[in-house]
């Protein structure tokens, strides 16, 4: 079986164990806003690939076709500056990640706009709780780059 399929196969046992997220993203609805949703979403759905630190180094790394990202050198990578902007794009899926070839990296605004709008929450206000979650994630990412 070659690398690419593995690795799609992956992702999506991966994404089948979502329903218990789901269950968890509703109960803490109320509370999208705080600063644990961050590391809470980062953990469930990032941590796979990045690592739990975010050093790249998640379960399922190893089976990419190419490196997840060490999240923690964002900022030394950009000259000492956080890229917020370019953050929030590719977790988004506005900014393409690679130019050529597989996106290994999934598209995240689609995936939370899909379950904010199979919870309780009115569709108005789907859009917005989508950006918050985007935002507290990238938040929490700017928390862990290293110096
Ligand atoms: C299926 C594995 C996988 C998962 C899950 C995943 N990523 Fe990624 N991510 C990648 C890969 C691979 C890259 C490298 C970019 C590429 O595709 O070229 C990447 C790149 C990134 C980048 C770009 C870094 C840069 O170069 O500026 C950010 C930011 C990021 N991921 C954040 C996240 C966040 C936040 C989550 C959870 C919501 C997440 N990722 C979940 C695989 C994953």
Known sequence: MSKLIMSRILVMAFLAS?????????????????????RTDFVTY????????GKGD????EFLTITATDLTQLSKKNAGIFPRERA??????????????PRDMPVWGDWFEFEEGSSINGKGAEEKVVRERINALVDY???IQEK
């Open 18 to 38: 979502f329903p218990s997220a789901l269950v968890n993203s509703v109960a803490k609805a109320d509370n999208s806003q705080s600063e644990e949703s961050g």
């Open 46 to 53: 990032c941590a796979a690939c990045h690592g739990v630190e």
């Open 58 to 61: 998640g379960t399922i790394a």
């Open 88 to 101: 929030i794009g590719v977790i988004d899926g506005r900014e393409e990640v690679k130019v050529h070839g």
């Open 141 to 143: 990412i700017e928390t």
